[in-house]
């Protein structure tokens, strides 16, 4: 038992040599007081007046005063400071701005808690190519930050203060964020951002930010998305328009639906379920997609003449709802289709099944125009609350 | 040149010790003046040193004298018990065979035959007895001296369960062992340590439950302890260690006869000393630090969950400062943003950089706690006041330090009363892994705890791995670590120290419902 150590182990020179490594392979020397940091929460890339330089706005965030803004009791009559700062900057590049820009303030800024970059719309409409490296080369940005483009000039949008959350990059990662009923859009990080627009002659739905002018004050709203085709701006379509999209992209677990019967009459209806189911077939030399689309509403409102517990005018509803989401499907994948912008990735879909088969019988950028697609539409109403005619009360 | 040294400090400390002991290993003489002489002059005629010489036996013509320690016997025992019964005897020969065995109504009496053994003896509390003519003495048993109550220890407070624990008298708690195990092989084995205070200590074990090589590797390791005073546990505990230089106690100690007891039971061996409630126990492992009586004497789920929140309050006391640092000065993507714009906000304006503040206020909180400790409890009590209002509002007030700072070091320092058992290594490893922290990040923070990783995967307690069952992994072990199984599925001894005998209780003894009782 008690056994002695046949021979003793160097451990002070084991010691000694961890220490070593430690110190000299060790990375970790970027040390830096968090007191002397600002953190940027959001960052606006457009092209200056000529379009040919980078335009950056950084939006830096003023952490006393964003967490002193709950505190009504400390009113000492000024108005209250504002929470951000913003720097602007010009560069050759985004590297090159963002270091102008950093030459601007006092303290180091840190980017790994930016929330949103905005695309601003003149370079979305010039062409991203040449302006993606500093997003795909530097790690420092979180692949987690949100991708959206400016309906209106940078400038125009960081200037709104936004009522609640004081800091515009807040206000539009909370719109990202929530899960709000009335939005049919897909928020877009700058991971999935970068995977798309990495490769050529893709296409992305990107959130559009843009600004409302009211009496109250200016304020940030989204109400559209912005077709990037090939890096560049292809189109815009409203929330609504959207839909049709959204709805082959299998992203509408919830939403609510309008729909106008006639001059006067209108029915609510809340989305429970939807699930759509795509097969794509090359028939006779045609690309062809069926796609089966179910949603489940409950009906919430109703301004109209009919008696929905009759069996029939349910019926009746349900035809109408599946006519309404059949022509939405069909003119947006039109509109894309005029475009050429693949948002639903089908092209991708047919050349990763049938490579080989498709292979040159027809090219990649071809196919999405020519695409024909079979839809078959099939709502239900499950549940219409509280409604005492059903009920028989 | 050192050898040198040493030899001379050798020799010199043989000579002293000679000195001292001059005589004192001689046999005792016949002659009771010549004993009392030379008794009281080896005593240096101490005050505390009473003796009484009388006369007894027919028409008094034997002479004898009584030694005894004032304060250290129970008077009234001696009158009663010795004095009266040998001076109202009417003894005819005055040997002292005949006086032990026919006059002293005491349960212990020992015959010795020199005047080291004598004097020992009545310096414990007993009383020497020199009669005249006689080349031995008595030694019976007299002891009685004041001593505390036995309450429950202030260290180890229970809820749930007994509520005795250790006092100083070595007796006292040999007896609290024994009325707890009443077993004829637990033994008590006494050996005196100290070459001037003669201190008793004793060790406990249960004879076929424990390795006899931990025994003899224990007796070896006191015996070769060679110390002056012998006044409390910790000085044994350091002399007995596997590794004396670590920030770790590999010696188990307990103030409760309740642990003691089930200590021994399992298998270790305990080493009482006179004259300190705290009793040793060995092997001990790092395991048992997070296990409380309460846990047995609860259900076995909340058992369960009070030794995972042990473990987790030791994980944060240790780590949470070092983390917080490496991430607040390294790291900062590391953190949810609203969370680290309150960090933020809250480090504005403070002067000191955040590790520089976490030194100062973990030192701030430790010169408390040790303030706290040593007054008075009604001064302890101001001492909390002036740290928790003083100091800690009014340094934030006037912004010298931040308040998540502030919340991570009281959090730090909370969580370390949770185990009391590794309140010292947790303060060390806790400075340690700010240091590497704060210079090297998370880095730091990973590289320190790797190092006290290997540390402890190397300990030792009497040949056992302190780390087990974790490190060796001993999943058999794993009822009584990772959770607190019931009692009745602890069927197995510990293998981290049992290797032979391993079953405790029988198998299949999981209470249930009688049969048919539901009819």
Not at chain 2, 34 to 43: A, K, P
Not at chain 2, 155 to 178: C, M, Y
Not at chain 2, 203 to 224: K, N, T
Request: net charge neutral.
């Amino acid at each position: 038992m008690m056994k002695k150590k046949s021979k003793s182990y160097p451990k002070s020179k084991c010691f000694f040599f961890c220490i070593l490594l430690l110190l000299t392979l060790s990375g970790c020397w970027d040390w830096k007081e968090i007191k002397n940091i600002s953190f940027v929460s959001g960052i606006g890339v457009d092209l200056d007046e000529n379009n040919e330089k980078i335009q950056l706005s950084l939006e830096v965030m003023k952490a006393q005063q964003i967490n002193s803004s709950g505190d009504s009791g400390q009113s000492s009559g000024n108005s209250p400071e504002e929470p951000r700062f913003m720097l602007n900057s010009v560069g050759n590049t985004v590297y090159e701005a963002i270091i102008a820009a950093g030459n601007k303030s006092s303290r180091d800024l840190k980017f790994t808690h930016n929330l949103v970059v905005i695309l601003g719309p003149k370079i979305i409409r010039k062409g991203l190519e040449h302006y993606l490296d500093f997003f795909i080369y530097d790690t420092n940005p979180r692949p987690r930050q949100w991708i959206v483009v400016g309906g209106n000039s940078l400038e125009e949008i960081f200037k709104v203060k936004p009522k609640i959350e004081g800091v515009v990059s807040m206000a539009i990662a909370e719109f990202m964020n929530s899960d709000k009923i009335s939005y049919a859009f897909e928020p877009i990080s700058l991971q999935q951002f970068l995977q798309i627009l990495m490769k050529e002659k893709q296409s992305i739905a990107i959130p559009m930010i843009e600004v409302e002018q009211s009496s109250e004050g200016d304020e940030i709203v989204l109400e559209k998305v912005a077709i990037l085709h090939d890096r560049k701006y292809a189109d815009e379509l409203s929330l609504l328009e959207f839909r049709g999209a959204m709805w082959l992209l299998q992203r509408m677990n919830s939403g609510s639906v309008e729909m106008k019967k006639s001059n006067n009459e209108w029915i609510s209806l809340r989305l429970d379920n939807s699930n759509s189911k795509i097969t794509p077939k090359f028939e006779g030399g045609k690309a062809k997609i069926q796609a089966n689309v179910e949603a489940e509403f409950t009906l919430i409102g109703s301004i109209d003449e009919d008696d929905h517990s009759k069996h029939n005018q349910m019926e009746k509803l349900q035809y109408q709802v599946e006519q309404l989401i059949n022509e939405e499907i069909t003119a947006v994948f039109k509109r894309m289709q005029s475009h050429n912008a693949d948002i639903y990735e089908f092209t991708d879909l047919f050349f990763k099944r049938n490579y080989r088969m498709l292979q040159g019988k027809i090219s990649y950028d071809e196919m999405f125009p020519q695409m024909i697609l079979e839809l078959k539409v099939n709502a239900k109403i499950r549940q219409t609350g509280r409604n005492n005619k059903i009920l028989n009360l | 040149m050192i050898k040198i040294f040493k030899k001379l400090f050798r020799r010199l400390r043989a000579q002293n010790s000679e000195s001292i002991i001059e005589g004192s290993a001689n046999p005792l003489v016949k002659n009771l003046e010549q004993n009392i002489r030379q008794i009281l002059l080896l005593t240096g005629e101490s005050s505390d040193v009473v003796y009484r010489k009388f006369n007894f036996g027919s028409a008094k013509k034997h002479a004898a004298a009584i030694f005894y320690i004032d304060g250290l016997v129970d008077e009234i025992q001696i009158n009663q018990n010795v004095l009266k019964p040998i001076m109202k005897s009417e003894i005819r020969n005055s040997q002292i065979a005949d006086v032990a065995a026919s006059f002293l109504p005491v349960g212990y009496v020992r015959q010795v035959g020199s005047y080291n053994e004598f004097i020992n003896g009545f310096l414990n509390g007993n009383t020497g007895l020199l009669i005249d003519g006689e080349s031995e003495a008595l030694i019976i048993e007299t002891k009685g001296w004041e001593k505390r109550a036995v309450n429950e220890p202030l260290s180890e407070v229970v809820v749930k369960g007994p509520h005795d624990g250790f006092i100083e008298t070595l007796r006292v708690n040999t007896a609290l062992l024994r009325r707890r195990i009443t077993n004829p092989n637990l033994r008590f084995e006494k050996m005196v340590i100290g070459s001037k205070t003669n201190t008793n200590i004793a060790l406990a074990y249960i004879r076929g439950v424990v390795s006899e090589d931990l025994l003899s590797e224990l007796r070896q390791r006191l015996q070769r302890i060679d110390i002056e005073g012998l006044l409390s546990d910790g000085y044994i505990e350091e002399y007995i260690e596997d590794a004396p230089l670590s920030l770790f106690s590999t010696v188990g100690y307990t103030e409760r006869p309740d642990v003691c007891a089930a200590k021994i039971v399992e298998g270790r061996v305990a080493i009482f000393v006179d004259g300190t409630p705290i009793v040793n126990t060995v092997p001990c492992l790092f395991i048992e630090s997070f296990q409380s009586p309460d846990d047995y004497n609860f259900r076995p789920f909340f058992g369960t969950a009070i030794r995972w929140l042990r473990y987790i309050a030791y994980a944060i006391t240790t780590t949470l400062p070092g983390m917080y640092v490496a991430i607040i000065s390294f790291h900062q993507e590391l953190v949810p943003t609203p969370l680290l714009l309150s960090i933020a906000a809250a480090n504005e304006g403070t002067p000191f950089p955040v590790l520089a503040e976490t030194l100062l206020l973990g030192a701030v909180f430790e010169i408390m706690r040790e303030a706290g400790i040593r007054l008075p409890r009604s001064i302890g009590q101001t001492i909390s006041i002036v740290g928790a209002l003083v100091i800690g509002e009014t340094t934030v007030m006037a912004g010298l330090v931040s308040v998540p700072m502030l919340i991570i070091i009281s959090l730090s320092a909370i969580a370390s009363f949770l185990v009391p058992d590794q309140t010292e290594s947790a303060l060390f490893i806790s400075l340690f892994l700010t240091v590497l922290g704060g210079f090297l990040g998370l880095y730091g923070v990973l590289v320190g705890l790797i190092i006290i990783y290997l540390h402890l995967a190397g300990l030792r307690s009497f040949g056992v791995p302190y780390l087990a069952p974790l490190a060796p992994l001993l999943p058999a072990d794993f009822k009584d670590v990772l959770i607190r199984a019931p009692l009745w599925m602890l069927n197995e001894r510990l293998r981290s120290i049992f290797r032979r005998d391993k079953l405790r209780q029988v198998v299949d003894r999981q209470p249930s419902k009688p049969d048919g009782g539901e009819k």
